[in-house]
């Protein structure tokens, strides 16, 4: 399969095409990067959240192993300190919960922000590049068969200006009709040309 044409101008115009494509698609993940990052700023409230209820949890869980030590009334008074302990656990599941929903808000965003733009524009390349290989490929199967030469200069009479056909040859009509080869040759090197590829040599 013929992804670049033949001609230097031609292929040097796909080329940096692709330079293009491929540069967006790096600005927009650069830019999905970016928007990540904002958004997982929103998460930060979960870092301190989590070290206060970390160290409400071990504090609370030090004094109630100690009060459980008060002869008589230990048992007792260990209950109020366990709750709270409970509650520094709650905090540092609410600080987890918070980071996982912000993350997962922050992916969405950055996917959604970077696929779209990227999609448009790889959907539009490769519709044009996949036109022109089906083209380029379709012609390139009687590049190398001198009988095809006839049918390409038929098809240059079908498709090319008039004024690039006159360029050639006063009647080119007439002139293929006749089968002259000179005027065949250029007529197929003129379609050929069309799409990138290179022309023939003629022979001598």
Do not use: C, K, N
Not at 48 to 64: F, H, K, N, Q, Y
Not at 74 to 94: C, H, I, K, S
Not at 180 to 197: H, N, S
């Amino acid at each position: 399969m013929r992804w670049y044409a033949d001609a230097p101008a031609r292929r040097s115009r796909q080329v940096l095409a692709d330079l293009l494509v491929l540069g967006w698609v790096v600005l927009w993940v650069l830019v999905g990067r970016l928007v990540f990052d904002l958004v997982m700023t929103l998460a930060a409230p979960a870092v301190p959240l989590r070290a206060a209820g970390t160290g409400l949890e071990s504090r609370m869980e030090e004094v109630a192993g100690r009060v459980t030590e008060i002869p008589l009334v230990g048992d007792e008074l260990d209950a109020p300190f366990t709750g709270a302990a409970g509650v520094g656990t709650d905090l540092v599941t609410a600080a987890d919960r918070l980071e996982t929903g912000v993350r997962t808000v922050a992916w969405l965003v950055s996917v959604l922000s970077t696929v779209t733009p990227v999609l448009i524009v790889v959907l539009l390349w490769l519709v044009l590049r996949l036109s022109w290989v089906r083209r380029a490929r379709s012609l390139g199967r009687e590049l190398h068969d001198p009988r095809s030469q006839e049918l390409l200069a038929l098809r240059a009479l079908v498709h090319q200006h008039p004024r690039r056909l006159q360029q050639l040859s006063d009647d080119p009509v007439a002139a293929w009709r006749s089968g002259d080869p000179a005027t065949i040759r250029a007529l197929a090197d003129l379609e050929l040309a069309e799409v990138g590829l290179r022309a023939r040599p003629g022979p001598g």
